[in-house]
């Protein structure tokens, strides 16, 4: 914002008048939708503001004057970024907020979801993804934290909570939440692959934007595959293979060789990305190599969803058993998400224990909102027969 402020004349004034633009923005964008040209519009409700208080604060002949001509003044330089969205992104993950207040405000505002697939993806009630928000507005408020355009140096300050958005807008399009939603939202997963590219682009040798690459293309090459004719939910195992995008892939391929190369310990990115590089390399998982990957990842991210998704990939490998041994250890930290129980529920049915496993896919639909995946999870209850239970198999 150093041009407005050289416009004006007053650091302050400009700032102060930008802090109220973003806060607008935080309020009016959602409901109103994102303008075509955000960093425009920010621009120029800033410059009306300043405009305001000069006119306020000053006398009315040379002051008005000297903004009327300010209505016309030239937008300012978009700096190192050149795509409105992503720069409003870097803008939005500011260091003044929390990790998770800058993600969940950025993910309201920029990414367009609701509230309640905010908080889908945190895992938490509505009502305190709402609060979470409303305080991260008053602090944006509070504070005067300015709408600036970041520099090139601030960018690897901001860059994580820029990619923990952009996976949080993909995971939302790739399997959304919400039943009144498509299963698979390609404009949010198309959006997510277009801001990954361009901070790759933008940050080429961080390795964990490559990651996010990779793994974006990587995943989204199975889309096709993943819902059936029927709307139905088609789990891994069961795709067909010649419906996935080859050029992802080998795109995909080609960006986590590129970080191997590099020698650099992986980030969680990278570690994602590569497992999703063994799901997609052959005919079959290996599913010694991704157990390898997520020990690594674990020891990085240790959180329930992580070590779930490890427990899947460990009864794979080692045995239905031992995978459903631990998964039944998260149950504290997991009872309130729907894919812990549709896991359980897999296991439990593999292993014959069909009334336990119809338990468990309830929890799983009772808790689930994408519609393909609720067809998928009742199907597969309904073949579960309960008077079976305790039968070996």
Same mark, same amino acid.
């Given at each position: 914002?150093?041009?407005?402020?050289?416009?004006f004349?007053?650091?302050?004034?400009?700032?102060?008048?930008?802090?109220?633009?973003?806060?607008i923005?935080?309020?009016?964008?959602?409901v109103?939708?994102?303008?075509?040209?955000?960093?425009?519009?920010?621009?120029?409700?800033?410059?009306?503001?300043a405009?305001?208080?000069?006119?306020?604060?000053?006398? @009315?002949?040379?002051r008005?004057t000297?903004?009327?001509?300010?209505?016309?003044?030239?937008p300012d330089?978009?700096?190192?970024?050149?795509?409105?969205r992503?720069?409003?992104?870097?803008?939005?993950?500011?260091?003044?907020?929390?990790?998770e207040?800058?993600?969940?405000?950025?993910?309201?505002?920029?990414?367009g979801?609701?509230?309640?697939?905010?908080?889908?993806?945190?895992? &938490?009630?509505?009502t305190?993804?709402g609060?979470?928000?409303? @305080?991260?507005?008053?602090?944006?408020?509070?504070?005067q934290?300015?709408?600036?355009?970041?520099a090139?140096?601030?960018?690897?300050?901001? +860059?994580?909570?820029?990619?923990?958005? &952009?996976?949080?807008?993909f995971?939302?399009?790739?399997?959304?939440?919400?039943?009144?939603?498509?299963?698979?939202?390609e404009?949010?997963?198309?959006?997510?692959?277009?801001?990954?590219?361009?901070?790759?682009?933008?940050?080429?040798?961080?390795?964990?934007?490559?990651?996010?690459?990779?793994?974006?293309?990587l995943t989204?090459a199975?889309?096709?595959?993943r819902?059936s004719?029927?709307?139905?939910?088609?789990?891994?195992?069961?795709?067909?293979?010649?419906?996935?995008?080859?050029?992802?892939?080998?795109?995909?391929?080609?960006? &986590?060789?590129?970080?191997?190369?590099?020698k +650099?310990?992986?980030?969680?990115?990278?570690?994602?990305?590569?497992i999703?590089?063994?799901h997609?390399d052959g005919?079959?998982?290996?599913?010694?190599? &991704? +157990?390898a990957?997520y020990?690594?990842? +674990?020891?990085?991210?240790?959180?329930?969803?992580?070590?779930?998704?490890?427990?899947?990939?460990v009864?794979?490998?080692?045995?239905?058993?031992?995978g459903?041994?631990?998964?039944?250890d998260l149950?504290?930290?997991?009872?309130?998400?729907?894919?812990?129980?549709?896991?359980?529920?897999?296991?439990?049915?593999?292993?014959? @224990?069909?009334t336990?496993?119809?338990?468990?896919?309830?929890?799983?639909i009772?808790?689930?909102?994408?519609?393909?995946?609720?067809?998928?999870?009742?199907?597969?209850?309904?073949q579960?027969r309960?008077?079976?239970?305790?039968?070996?198999?």
């Amino acid at each position: 914002m150093a041009t407005t402020a050289r416009r004006f004349g007053n650091l302050d004034t400009a700032e102060d008048a930008a802090a109220e633009a973003f806060a607008i923005a935080t309020e009016r964008w959602p409901v109103d939708g994102i303008p075509p040209n955000p960093g425009a519009w920010l621009t120029t409700t800033a410059s009306r503001k300043a405009i305001d208080r000069i006119r306020r604060e000053s006398s @009315r002949d040379a002051r008005h004057t000297e903004a009327k001509l300010l209505y016309d003044a030239e937008p300012d330089p978009v700096g190192v970024i050149d795509d409105d969205r992503l720069r409003l992104l870097f803008i939005c993950c500011h260091p003044a907020l929390s990790m998770e207040a800058r993600v969940a405000l950025t993910l309201r505002m920029i990414g367009g979801l609701s509230v309640p697939e905010i908080a889908r993806a945190f895992l &938490v009630q509505d009502t305190t993804m709402g609060a979470r928000i409303t @305080r991260a507005k008053a602090k944006i408020a509070a504070a005067q934290i300015p709408y600036r355009v970041p520099a090139a140096e601030d960018l690897p300050g901001r +860059v994580s909570g820029v990619l923990a958005v &952009v996976f949080l807008i993909f995971n939302e399009g790739y399997l959304a939440s919400g039943p009144d939603t498509a299963p698979v939202r390609e404009e949010l997963t198309g959006e997510a692959i277009r801001l990954a590219r361009l901070l790759h682009g933008l940050l080429p040798d961080d390795g964990e934007v490559t990651g996010m690459l990779a793994m974006l293309l990587l995943t989204d090459a199975r889309r096709s595959a993943r819902v059936s004719s029927a709307r139905e939910l088609v789990p891994l195992a069961e795709q067909d293979r010649g419906l996935w995008d080859v050029a992802q892939i080998s795109e995909g391929h080609a960006l &986590v060789r590129e970080r191997l190369a590099s020698k +650099v310990a992986p980030g969680r990115y990278q570690l994602l990305a590569a497992i999703n590089a063994v799901h997609t390399d052959g005919d079959a998982t290996d599913w010694t190599q &991704v +157990v390898a990957l997520y020990d690594q990842l +674990v020891r990085l991210d240790g959180s329930p969803i992580v070590r779930l998704n490890r427990a899947i990939a460990v009864g794979e490998r080692d045995g239905l058993e031992a995978g459903l041994a631990l998964i039944d250890d998260l149950d504290s930290a997991l009872s309130g998400y729907h894919a812990y129980h549709a896991a359980r529920a897999h296991l439990l049915r593999r292993l014959g @224990r069909d009334t336990a496993a119809r338990d468990a896919y309830d929890a799983a639909i009772s808790l689930a909102g994408n519609t393909a995946e609720i067809a998928f999870l009742t199907r597969r209850r309904d073949q579960a027969r309960p008077e079976d239970n305790g039968r070996c198999g």
